[in-house]
């Protein structure tokens, strides 16, 4: 079986889905992998340290789609403006595995399914135990709420940490995150990493130790917060009401701030607006708000994304894809990722296609010229795929009750509502399980443990 790695079109992406440190793991397998010329160039990687690591280069971008499974890190749907380009060189019986932004842009998978290929969005990576080393969003989310940290701290007009010095005291800067999500528990680690005084707020109670456990101050504000989490430990959107009321307290705690951090958002719905432009102006001067969720709109008001806006004194800034920011580590995560996933299929070197695993069957978005993901397949308005199956059953036979499992997400009514606070990559997002925030932690490219470390004395990614 050939794997193909693919240069990426995106404007501004620099990651690569496959390092060389995965190439061998993959050979152990049984699979060959072929990598475009220069794929990994803008992360710092080149092409011989994929031919040192076992792997052939392409010579052309024909040659690498021609592969048996395809590996790129924004597919049609996560890239917009380029990734119809390479739709000429999909076709049945050929596997596309990368991000898609399935929820936030249904559309591409229509197209995509026209050219009879398998697409697995990896957006949409079940939150369970054994599927926590595949899922790209809590790895992506990590860089972005490091990076937005860094991004604050050059744009604010002082220092972070309280000094003592000959010359004076200069005070420590104040860090407020909104949301405790993997994005926000790492901007939480980075902020306090730097000096600053930090708070923290999440619709959660239960986040409370984590961001404790951190070193910041949990916000309470005064909201029912009882039916606040919903299925799977996700954070539920909330009515308008609700919203109301959580901007008018979050104002005070805003004014105090000299940075916030914003990343609370809804899969394949716009953002809440949490932050207000009254609040922006009440903030002083040479403020700073990194809003996280700015590709959906944006949880600030005067948000603009990828734009840095300036308001009353206070900057704005709305990054839509931080981890094309920090590309080499990047990589090395989004790589260890899809190998997991991808090694999930391969049984006795050959790729099996088991539905009955819900990894496999969660992220499945189109096979046989069709979208098969029953989430998808409703928000597009297409008929159940189970209804056709069972009308096609004998007459006296009971419909298969197994069907329904086999396809698409069979949680996918109560999913709608869920708010996913901090996983922000390419086209988002969405446990039952622990995730290390890799505070202080290199990625292990080697480790081929099943499960990521949460030692007690680190902050886990709440359930978000």
Same mark, same amino acid.
Do not use: W
């Given at each position: 079986?050939?794997?193909?790695?693919?240069?990426?079109?995106?404007?501004?992406?620099?990651?690569?889905?496959?390092?060389?440190?995965?190439?061998?793991?993959?050979?152990?397998?049984?699979?060959?992998?072929?990598?475009?010329?220069?794929?990994?160039?803008?992360?710092?990687?080149?092409?011989?340290?994929?031919?040192?690591?076992?792997?052939?280069?392409?010579?052309?971008?024909?040659?690498?789609?021609?592969?048996?499974?395809?590996?790129?890190?924004?597919?049609?749907?996560?890239?917009?403006?380029?990734? &119809?380009?390479?739709?000429?060189?999909?076709? %049945? /019986?050929?596997?596309? !595995?990368?991000? #898609?932004?399935? @929820? =936030? +842009?249904?559309?591409?998978?229509?197209?995509?399914?026209?050219?009879?290929?398998?697409?697995?969005?990896?957006?949409?990576?079940?939150?369970?135990?054994?599927?926590?080393?595949?899922?790209?969003?809590?790895?992506?989310?990590?860089?972005?709420?490091?990076?937005?940290?860094?991004?604050?701290?050059?744009?604010?007009?002082?220092?972070?940490?309280?000094?003592?010095?000959?010359?004076?005291?200069?005070?420590?800067?104040? &860090?407020?995150?909104?949301?405790?999500?993997? %994005? /926000?528990?790492?901007? !939480?680690?980075? #902020?306090?990493? @730097? =000096? +600053?005084?930090?708070?923290?707020?999440?619709?959660?109670?239960?986040?409370?130790?984590?961001?404790?456990?951190?070193?910041?101050?949990?916000?309470?504000?005064?909201?029912?917060?009882?039916?606040?989490?919903?299925?799977?430990?996700?954070?539920?959107?909330?009515?308008?009401?609700?919203?109301?009321?959580?901007?008018?307290?979050?104002?005070?705690?805003?004014?105090?701030?000299?940075?916030?951090?914003?990343?609370?958002?809804?899969?394949?719905?716009?953002?809440?607006?949490?932050?207000?432009?009254?609040?922006?102006?009440?903030?002083?001067? =040479?403020?700073?708000?990194?809003?996280?969720?700015?590709?959906?709109?944006?949880?600030?008001?005067?948000?603009?994304?990828?734009?840095?806006?300036?308001?009353?004194?206070?900057?704005?800034?709305?990054?839509?894809?931080?981890?094309?920011?920090?590309?080499?580590?990047?990589?090395?995560?989004?790589?260890?990722?899809?190998?997991?996933?991808?090694?999930?299929?391969?049984?006795?070197?050959?790729?099996?296609?088991?539905?009955?695993?819900?990894?496999?069957?969660?992220?499945?978005?189109?096979?046989?010229?069709?979208?098969?993901?029953?989430?998808?397949?409703?928000?597009?308005?297409?008929?159940?795929?189970?209804?056709?199956?069972?009308?096609?059953?004998?007459?006296?036979?009971?419909?298969?009750?197994?069907?329904?499992?086999?396809?698409?997400?069979?949680?996918?009514?109560?999913?709608?509502?869920?708010?996913?606070?901090?996983?922000?990559?390419?086209?988002?997002?969405?446990?039952?399980?622990?995730?290390?925030?890799?505070?202080?932690?290199?990625?292990?490219?080697?480790?081929?443990?099943?499960?990521?470390?949460?030692?007690?004395?680190?902050?886990?990614?709440?359930?978000?």
């Amino acid at each position: 079986m050939r794997v193909s790695v693919i240069k990426e079109t995106f404007p501004g992406e620099r990651r690569v889905a496959l390092v060389p440190a995965s190439v061998g793991k993959l050979a152990k397998s049984g699979c060959e992998v072929l990598v475009e010329t220069a794929a990994g160039e803008r992360a710092g990687i080149a092409d011989e340290s994929y031919t040192a690591a076992g792997a052939m280069i392409a010579r052309s971008r024909d040659e690498a789609f021609a592969a048996d499974v395809i590996l790129q890190v924004r597919t049609l749907g996560a890239n917009p403006e380029y990734g &119809a380009d390479d739709l000429s060189q999909l076709s %049945a /019986g050929k596997i596309l !595995i990368g991000s #898609a932004d399935p @929820l =936030g +842009a249904p559309e591409a998978a229509l197209r995509i399914a026209e050219t009879g290929v398998r697409l697995f969005a990896l957006e949409l990576i079940p939150r369970i135990t054994r599927a926590q080393t595949m899922d790209i969003l809590s790895s992506m989310a990590t860089i972005s709420g490091y990076r937005a940290v860094l991004l604050a701290a050059v744009e604010l007009p002082k220092m972070f940490p309280l000094m003592m010095t000959a010359a004076g005291t200069l005070s420590a800067a104040r &860090a407020f995150v909104i949301g405790a999500g993997v %994005a /926000g528990l790492q901007a !939480i680690a980075t #902020a306090r990493r @730097l =000096g +600053a005084v930090v708070q923290a707020y999440d619709v959660r109670a239960a986040c409370r130790e984590q961001v404790e456990s951190l070193g910041a101050k949990f916000v309470e504000l005064e909201l029912p917060s009882d039916d606040a989490e919903g299925q799977g430990g996700y954070a539920k959107a909330m009515d308008e009401d609700f919203y109301r009321r959580q901007r008018e307290l979050m104002a005070s705690v805003v004014a105090e701030s000299d940075i916030v951090i914003t990343t609370a958002a809804i899969p394949g719905r716009p953002s809440p607006r949490l932050i207000t432009r009254e609040a922006v102006e009440g903030m002083q001067a =040479g403020g700073v708000i990194v809003d996280l969720a700015a590709e959906r709109g944006g949880n600030c008001e005067v948000t603009q994304a990828d734009q840095r806006v300036v308001h009353d004194g206070v900057t704005i800034l709305g990054p839509t894809n931080l981890p094309a920011e920090v590309p080499l580590h990047a990589s090395q995560m989004f790589s260890n990722n899809v190998t997991k996933f991808l090694l999930n299929m391969i049984k006795d070197g050959k790729l099996e296609i088991d539905l009955t695993d819900e990894i496999i069957r969660d992220t499945l978005v189109t096979d046989d010229g069709d979208v098969v993901h029953e989430r998808l397949r409703s928000i597009l308005n297409l008929p159940p795929l189970v209804q056709a199956e069972d009308a096609e059953a004998e007459p006296n036979q009971e419909p298969n009750g197994d069907k329904e499992q086999q396809v698409g997400s069979p949680d996918a009514d109560d999913s709608d509502d869920r708010l996913d606070v901090g996983d922000l990559t390419a086209g988002q997002s969405t446990e039952d399980e622990n995730v290390d925030v890799a505070e202080d932690a290199e990625t292990d490219d080697d480790s081929d443990d099943d499960d990521l470390p949460s030692p007690a004395n680190e902050a886990t990614e709440p359930k978000h």
